[in-house]
């Protein structure tokens, strides 16, 4: 176990409507990353977390936001669900930002849009 | 963006055989890279990682083999189990993430 740790686990929700996932984060780790994996696909980068600041954000609209709070733990918000945002959510918790940084997951939530 | 790709999709092979998984990445400045374990419903599982100043690192029961020159990764599982049974992902760095490559599906057969 990475200890990280995200909630819910699964959540269906109606397309337009907003939802929010949470993440903690491994103990000892600043960093948080939330990544949206399809079916069948690999992840891709969401955004970035670093002391309460976003730290990078990959090709993703603004209506993917999110927060980090003093403790590290993260919330991805995401606004006007489409039926294409149905996928699995999964963050990822390193000790430190930058290129040479391991990064450990948590086990997902898995959304689905109808 | 970089782009990280496999292989082959889909890898079988007998318990007790080795398992090499494959992978190839496109930036030739990445520096580190992750193998990446993931059964399903869960999410991916750190296995090992290597820094681009090494060729070979070791780890329980896997290798990785890091070759620059064509920007080649491999993870070599040795006498692949049951357990092994997932999918493997490659991921090289980027200034602060991970890019990630469709995957390899390993089955062991029993």
């Known amino acids: 176990e990475t200890g990280v740790t995200q909630s819910p686990t699964h959540l269906i929700k109606t397309r337009g409507q907003q939802v929010t996932l949470r993440c903690s984060s491994q103990?000892?780790?600043?960093?948080v990353s939330w990544y949206q994996q399809a079916l069948g696909q690999g992840p891709q980068f969401i955004f970035q977390?670093?002391?309460?600041?976003?730290?990078g954000r990959g090709n993703f609209p603004p209506r993917f936001s999110g927060l980090q709070f003093p403790n590290y733990s993260s919330e991805l918000n995401v606004n006007a669900l489409e039926l294409d945002d149905s996928a699995l959510y999964l963050c990822?918790?390193?000790?430190?930002?930058?290129?040479?940084?391991?990064?450990?997951f948590g086990q997902g939530t898995r959304l689905t849009v109808v | 963006g970089e782009s990280v790709g496999l292989h082959l999709p889909t890898l079988s092979v007998q318990e007790g055989d080795n398992s090499i998984i494959n992978c190839a990445y496109s930036?030739?400045?990445?520096?580190?890279f992750i193998w990446y374990k993931q059964e399903s419903g869960k999410g991916p599982q750190f296995i090992i990682d290597?820094?681009?100043?090494?060729d070979k690192r070791q780890g329980q029961r896997v290798t990785v083999l890091l070759n620059k020159t064509v920007k080649h990764l491999s993870l070599q599982i040795a006498a692949t189990q049951p357990g092994d049974s997932a999918v493997y992902f490659c991921?090289?760095?980027?200034?602060?993430?991970?890019?990630f490559g469709t995957g390899t599906r390993l089955t062991v057969i029993p």
């Open positions: 990822a918790s390193s000790p430190r930002t930058g290129s040479r940084t391991e990064a450990f």
């Open positions: 103990s000892g780790h600043n960093t």
């Open positions: 977390y670093y002391r309460e600041e976003e730290n």
């Open positions: 930036n030739s400045a990445s520096d580190y």
């Open positions: 290597i820094r681009s100043n090494m």
């Open positions: 991921a090289e760095t980027g200034a602060n993430n991970l890019f």
